[in-house]
Structure formats: C-alpha cells, structure tokens
C-alpha cells in the first residue's frame, strides 16, 4: 500500500482541528482546491473516508477521529528530526516559523524585526498570527518552532523565557473625567461599560477579572475582532477598555479621540515571552533569540 505524504497528513491535521476548508487551506498558505486534493489523495491512499461532507458543514468521521493522533504525532517526529539536523548547523540560519498572538505580533515585531535581521541575515522567519489556543496546536504539531506572546498564562508543558513586563493601561474617549489624571487605579472602572476582544483572545482572558473585580461591566452586544477595533469605539464615545502599553502608540495615532491613562507601579500587566516545545533541540537558539528580542526592545 502507498503511503500517505507528510503534505497530506499536514492538511488533514489542519482540517481536522478547523473543520472548514477554507480556513485549514488558510492555515496551511494554500488553496481551498489544492487542500481538497490533497485529502481525497490521502482518503483513497488509506482506503478510508476521513470527513464526512454535507450542507452542515465538515465532520470527522470514526476513522478520522482515530488518526488524528497518529497524523499529529508523524509530523511532530518529522519536525523534530528536521530542526535535530539543522541544530548541528550554525545556529540561527534558514526557517523559523513563528507563531504571534495579533495583541504583540502587529506592535512588537516591526520594532524588533531590523534587529534580528542585522545580528541574524541567515535567518528566515515565517510569521502565523492566530489565537494563543491555536498557536500551541500548532506547536504541538510540528507546525511551528516557537511562539510569541503572553506567557503568564496556562499554556501546558511548553517551555518559556520572559522577554519583558506590558503594564495595561485604561483607554477613554477625550473629555471623559479620567482623560487629563496623570494615573488610574482599577477602581475607576467601576460601574464603566467595558469593551473587550472576544473569546478566544488571551487578553480577553487577563483583561476580564480585572475589569470584573474592579466592578466595571462588560458592554453587552459587543465584542471587538482586534485592539484597533476596540480603539476606535473608545474614541467615538462608546465605553472604555484596557489597552497593553506595546499597543498604545500605534492604536492611539490612529484614533486621535484616544486617551491612554497609565496604572501605578504595582498596576497589573502581562508578561510578553517565548514559548517552544520541551522536546525541541533548538532550545538555546531560541534564548539566543530571545536575547536579541530583549536588546532590541529595550532601545526600541
């Protein structure tokens, strides 16, 4: 029996956690029919069907569920031997695909990137933004070498080097009573109609409890797709939000309504770092790298 190619079993792992073509054909920088291919290639090589297709919508079926691990833990192997071989080289040189949470990649890397290209040219880095849960099945599946973005979070048995603290800050509309104080306290929030990102987004998930112990309330019938988003709707008036320090520069010129209103020294804040597998032999390339990240920030 033939078998079943590493392109194959990366897009069926990619369709299997999506069940959507288009956003798996996405997911993996192809077309919608090439993916299509691709896994009716994989289904007569197996001689199973794997998805069951209908106006609902795409479902795994008995099969698929089963092999999904096996498919996962094949392209993991493959990853790891790929990134043993290139660990024997010089470090830091040919692909590094990086995976960014869109609360740090859009406002950290443009900053850093000049840096990393200067103490680094041969190396190539391949950005993916996705959702913090996203980003680590990635991870998980050989997908990607290593992510950027908030560590001080649950993110299971990955390992993880801190780069550097993101205090928030409260983001009004100018003319609200907090828009010339010079410091907030959490409890300025109270009883404020509050806009979030929604579910799905790590800052969601560390904005909520202060908001809610703060006895701000969350504005019902809205929930933002981006920080800019969430920006603009401050600005015209709309409610108010938490905004991480790395996004206030770039998300306030483009809402000039914005008034950003820091937290004291002990206010709350992020941690922003590294994250990669426990298995994965690049481990000092990757604090090498996160070295650079630190140097470049600090005279961003």
């Known amino acids: 029996m033939d078998r079943p190619t590493l392109r194959q079993l990366e897009y069926f792992v990619a369709l299997a956690e999506r069940l959507n073509f288009r956003r798996a054909a996405e997911a993996c920088f192809v077309s919608q029919p090439s993916l299509s291919a691709q896994i009716a290639g994989l289904e007569g090589t197996l001689g199973v069907q794997l998805f069951e297709r209908d106006r609902r919508g795409v479902r795994l079926t008995a099969a698929g ?9 094949t392209l993991a192997a493959c990853g790891r031997l790929g990134q043993l071989a290139r660990s024997f080289g010089a470090p830091l040189t040919g692909p590094l695909r990086l995976g960014a949470i869109p609360t740090v990649g859009p406002y950290l890397l443009p900053r850093v990137l000049p840096a990393i290209a200067r103490d680094w040219p041969e190396l190539q880095v391949y950005l ?86 703060a006895g701000a309330d969350e504005m019902s019938g809205f929930r933002g797709t981006s920080l800019g988003t969430i920006a603009q709707m401050v600005a015209a008036g709309l409610g108010v939000t938490l905004l ?11 809402a000039p309504g914005l008034r950003t209103i820091p937290f004291g020294s002990d206010g709350p804040s992020r941690s922003i770092g590294l994250a990669w597998r426990a298995s994965s032999p690049r481990e000092a390339e990757f604090r090498t790298l996160g070295e650079t990240l630190q140097r470049a920030w600090a005279s961003a």
Do not use: K, N, W, Y
């Open 65 to 73: 569920e089963a092999l999904v691990p096996g498919a996962r833990e």
């Open 128 to 213: 993916r933004e996705d959702t913090t849960a996203r980003l680590l099945e990635g991870l998980e599946a050989g997908r990607l070498d290593l992510l950027l973005l908030a560590i001080d979070l649950d993110l299971g048995s990955v390992e993880t080097m801190p780069l550097f603290s993101d205090p928030f800050v409260v983001a009004v509309p100018e003319g609200d009573e907090l828009a010339g104080a010079e410091e907030a306290q959490p409890s300025d929030l109270d009883g404020r109609d509050v806009l979030l990102l929604e579910e799905g987004h790590c800052l969601r998930d560390q904005a909520l409890p202060i908001c809610t112990a």
């Open 244 to 254: 991480p320090e790395l996004a206030v520069e770039r998300e306030a010129a483009a």
